[in-house]
């Protein structure tokens, strides 16, 4: 990250920072940085910001105790904005709000594209301590056969009243039909796009 070229001289030493859920990808604030702020926060790992009211360095939550743990940031294509992904510890807004723009931020569907991620990552760079990597290497077959049986199980499941089994085969299913479509090499957004036009009818 500290390889990122920032134009900060564009603004008078400062650049927007806009910051954003790493698992939701809900867009929770956005602040200024200069250098420093920038600096500190690849440092401490917790985003800071250069407050233009009190004129000095403001790590967020410093008072409220609600901290954004940084997990990576990005520089725009002219060099003068940042996009900071962070872990959120409470709410982000001094209003109580779960952000500065008073949304929810309670969906955790956002880590499905870091899963996808680490499926892809497992399909190309195979490990033989990789679950994931045993079953593309078994074959298309072996997968689907994968997905059958975890349909059948979480349709078992939901017979009965115990969540934590019925949760734990939801996941099972989830995890082998992303695992399916990365075999077969199709992506989740072209499943999206189906539905997507099916809802448009």
């Known amino acids: 990250m500290s390889d990122m070229k920032v134009d900060f001289d564009k603004m008078n030493g400062l650049?927007?920072?806009i910051v954003q859920d790493a698992t939701?990808?809900?867009?929770?604030?956005?602040?200024?940085?200069?250098?420093?702020?920038?600096a500190k926060t690849e440092q401490t790992g917790q985003v800071t910001f250069f407050s233009r009211s009190k004129n000095r360095l403001w790590t967020k939550g410093e008072t409220s105790g609600n901290f954004m743990e940084l997990v990576s940031m990005a520089v725009d294509c002219d060099g003068d904005s940042i996009l900071v992904k962070a872990h959120p510890r409470g709410p982000v807004c001094h209003t109580g709000s779960?952000?500065?723009?008073?949304?929810?931020?309670?969906?955790?569907t956002g880590f499905i594209d870091q899963l996808r991620a680490?499926?892809?990552?497992?399909?190309?760079?195979?490990?033989?301590?990789?679950?994931?990597?045993?079953?593309?290497?078994?074959?298309?077959?072996?997968?689907?056969?994968?997905?059958?049986?975890?349909?059948?199980?979480?349709?078992?499941?939901?017979?009965d009243d115990?969540?934590?089994l019925f949760l734990g085969e939801a996941a099972?299913?989830?995890y082998h039909y992303l695992v399916l479509l990365e075999a077969k090499g199709y992506e989740l957004d072209e499943v999206m796009e189906v539905l997507m036009q099916r809802h448009k009818k």
């Open 15 to 17: 650049v927007p920072a």
């Open 24 to 38: 939701s990808g809900k867009v929770l604030m956005q602040g200024y940085m200069n250098e420093e702020a920038l």
């Open 98 to 108: 779960d952000t500065c723009f008073d949304e929810v931020n309670s969906s955790k």
């Open 118 to 159: 680490i499926i892809k990552d497992r399909k190309n760079n195979p490990s033989d301590k990789s679950y994931t990597a045993s079953l593309f290497a078994k074959g298309i077959n072996k997968v689907a056969q994968k997905v059958g049986e975890e349909a059948v199980e979480i349709v078992i499941e939901a017979k």
């Open 162 to 164: 115990n969540k934590e």
């Open 172 to 174: 099972d299913l989830m």
